[in-house]
């Protein structure tokens, strides 16, 4: 069955420009997830969604950042005036219920490039 | 906030061989523990976790963990390796009870090479 697509799988971004990632969870997923990686480290949370509602928002790192689910189902991450320290791979996993109640299902993640 | 520390970054074994991956954790609260597995190329995928109860947790493909409290630690192990565990493996904790419960805090990794 589907997983978890993402797209795009690389973006190469100006330090300056704005940037859309988007999820498309696995279909009748509540809980949606959005981790950035840096290189050699390990997912860190960024923020959570249930539904439509944003519950977690506390790992964005600036107000740069912002995520939407309008529908409860599609999830756009965008990035404003890309900065260098901006560069990871940016993860959306969903659950059917929640991270503790079900497992994390993780796409393949948006490799984001600042130059 | 809670934190997760792999002090084993590379691990390099044969094919047969014992494993144990270490992972520490801090946080004083309920917790719930997670390993999660990265084979190349592929994404992230649950390997196994803990919520109470049996302190020893078995998953997926061979691999158990098990959950010492008094020592805040969840390593990973596995009697037998094989040339198909190559991977990097994560340890994850999230609180055990409300808000915040969601969200997991990741260890950076440990890359594992199991040699044919």
Known sequence: GAGVSQSPRYKVAKRGQDVALRCDPISGHVSLFWYQQALGQGPEFLTYFQNEAQLDKSGLPSDRFFAERPEGSVSTLKIQR???EDSAVYLCASSLKGAVNSPLHFGNGTRLTVT | AQSVSQHNHHVILSEAASLELGCNYSYGGTVNLFWYVQ???QHLQ???KYFSGDPLVKGIKGFEAEFIKSKFSFNLRKPSVQWSDTAEYFCAV???Q???NEKLTFGTGTRL???P
Do not use: A, E, K
């Open chain 2, 94 to 96: 999230s609180r055990g």
């Open chain 2, 113 to 115: 090479t199991i040699i």
């Open chain 1, 82 to 84: 890309t900065q260098q």
């Open chain 2, 98 to 100: 409300g808000f915040g």
């Open chain 2, 46 to 48: 649950l390997l196994l």
């Open chain 2, 39 to 41: 084979y190349p190329g």
